[in-house]
């Protein structure tokens, strides 16, 4: 835990929109791949959960949240690399600030509502 990039300042914003680089930084490559590994079990749960809904809301529900993560995601590790200008948007779940992660707890509670409900009806 005492990565240069980090330790010296030469990242901006560290706890928001470079939160991926700290996170390369101090867990290495595999630290980074099981991040996004979680990501994307996280989104194909919802996708499951999205195509096991009964009605036609709940999976254009469940449908938004999952882009809404994706989206963000891409673009929070596409500043990360640099390949498009930093933007503010938080890594969800990760990124301090508590706006961001209650957004995203009431989104993951919209689709477990949805895949609580799927056998009802």
């Keep these: 835990m005492a990565g240069t990039q980090t330790q010296l ?4 914003v560290q706890t928001t929109d470079f939160i991926f680089s700290v996170l390369g930084e101090e867990l290495g490559f595999l ?3 099981l991040l996004l590994a979680l990501f994307t079990l996280l989104l194909l749960r919802a996708i499951g959960a999205a195509e096991r809904a009964r009605d036609t809301f709940a ?3 469940v449908t938004g949240v999952c882009v809404m993560i994706l989206v963000q995601t891409t673009i929070n590790i596409g500043v990360n690399t640099r390949l498009i200008p930093a933007t503010g948007v938080p890594l969800p779940f990760i990124s301090a600030g508590g706006t961001a992660l209650i957004a995203f707890m009431i989104a993951i509670g919209l689709i477990e509502s949805v895949a ?3 056998g009802r009806g």
Excluded: C, E, S, T
């Design 116 to 118: 609580a409900r799927r």
């Design 59 to 61: 999976r254009l529900l």
């Design 31 to 33: 630290g980074g791949v």
């Design 9 to 12: 300042n030469y990242l901006r």
